[in-house]
């Protein structure tokens, strides 16, 4: 492969120009979470039945459920809690089983079950857990007080933001909830001959929608409809009432017509004031930066004078925090690895010549974990990355530092560079395998420990394989065309003579005296192993 790069040299560079360029744009249309997506084969069912005792939750609602869903296919373990009013039953798969199918075969078994249930019981209620159940963001709607926040979040802001894709579910809390009470006088209704039902037939009769045919206008045709609406306190106030003698009155003569509140149902504060909550959650699929940007589209669009959206919490900015830390730590962690080349080698184009391959390597990882893979750059993934930059310099420097050797024996640049790849090759070959098959058998893992584990035992394999390319391919053409030059009078080499020297002078001194330091090195490690666990931690 060396030879066929340095007697291609611009084709290889149309090659590393086609890795920068494809890696760069996989880094940034890689999807950023802060986790990559996992599958728990958890369900868990809840039913409500009020009043009833935990004895009677269990044997009239946790008995049927058991005996319904024991016969489901995939399930390893039935877990369930009889408490007074309210019972729930976790249900755990088998890996290998499918959320979706396992859903709708649960769903079916509740909704046959449904009928045999107490008639107080309420529906039962299946909530799948998922990593990704969390919710994405989370808004406060403020209202300068002469507005009805809770009306108008759900009325408008709730159906916007459920019609974007990516958007699963936006649940509303806090606030109260307005409605028009009508309080009949008992004694005026006796009077007038009338009662509840026939009043509440009228007032329902005073609000419709009735078609009334067709106009044509040219080509087309209008359909017209008679449409009657009560939209405020006064128009209902106004609703006319035939008594039983045929007299025509108002309901405002027989009842008191006024806006009220039902009791608040949840409470929400943020910094110390009520307010109303947003909470939007986002589809297991959905790239958690998109949806947040579509989500802040739409809070924008809908803030007026009256109404005002503030952001309390969004997980895209965790996820921007995250990963900037993770590319800031790669960035530094090339930059240190130059650093410390350039103390061993004096020569600033050495350094250039490993710094430029870690990237490289990086960028061509990085485009086989996303087309090859789809993983997205989360915390896995980019710890990954991190991890490897330690590692991917190895073969570099081994193969660089057979070039210069190779150099020294008064050989060309293109020679030396032949022939310093062809003594390290299988070296350097054999430490990459030897490092990918640990990592391989942590990406097989199944299970939960698999799904956590996989990506970043992919990663690491295939930034270690790209590495490997890097060593042979970017060092030696690197070698051959910068021509760098190593310095043999350097500070770090005569600080490393010393040491040298003073470890030669011990080992010396340590192997005239056997007896004394086998005996020495049995006396620690029975200190080490007698010591209290609890002092080692101390």
Known sequence: MTKLVLKRPVSTLLVILAIVVFGVASLLGMPM??????????????????????????????????????????????????????????????????NDDNYSALKEKLDGLQSTLPDSCHTPSIMEMSVNSMPTMMVSVNSNGSADALK???????????????????????????????????????????????????????????????????????????VAELKDLESIRNVTLTTDTGALIHLSDVATVQYKQKDASSISRYNGNANISLTITKTQ?????????????????CTNNAISFEVTYTSADSIQQTMQQVLQTLAQGVLFTMAVLFLFFGDIKASLIVGSSMPISVLLAIVIINFGLGYS??????????????????????????????????????????????????????????????YVPMAMVGGMSGQMLGPLAWTIVFVMIASLLGAVSVVPLAFVYLKPRAKAELPINRLLAKFNRFYDKALRTVLHHKKITMLATAVMMVVAVLRPRSAIWN
Not at 176 to 183: A, G, R
Not at 185 to 202: D, F, R, V
């Open 33 to 98: 979470e802060l986790m990559q997506d996992m599958n728990m084969p958890m369900q868990l069912v809840m039913v409500v039945y009020p009043g009833a005792s935990a004895s009677d939750v269990d044997s009239l609602v946790v008995d049927p459920i058991e005996d319904a869903v024991s016969t489901l296919s995939g399930v390893s373990s039935v877990t369930s809690y009889a408490n007074e009013n309210m019972a729930m039953v976790m249900l755990m798969y088998d890996y290998d089983t499918d």
């Open 152 to 226: 108008y979040a759900e009325d408008t802001v709730v159906p916007e933001l459920e019609k974007l894709s990516g958007v699963a579910q936006v649940e509303t809390s806090g606030g109260t909830e307005n409605y028009v009470q009508v309080l009949l006088n008992e004694e005026k209704m006796s009077q007038y001959g009338l009662n509840i039902s026939t009043i509440a037939q009228m007032i329902g009769a005073a609000d419709f929608t009735i078609p009334a045919g067709s106009v044509s206008n040219g080509n087309q045709d209008l359909s017209v409809s008679a």
């Open 285 to 301: 699929s959905a790239s958690t930066m998109d949806v947040c940007k579509r989500i802040q589209r739409v809070l924008d669009r």
């Open 377 to 438: 750059l989360n915390v896995m993934t980019g710890g990954a990355l991190i991890l490897a930059i330690g590692m991917i310099v190895d073969n570099s420097i081994v193969m660089l530092e057979s070039c210069f050797r190779m150099r020294e024996e008064k050989l060309p640049f293109r020679e030396a560079a032949l022939r310093g790849a062809g003594e390290v090759g299988a070296s350097v070959l054999a430490s990459t395998i030897t490092t990918v098959v640990v």
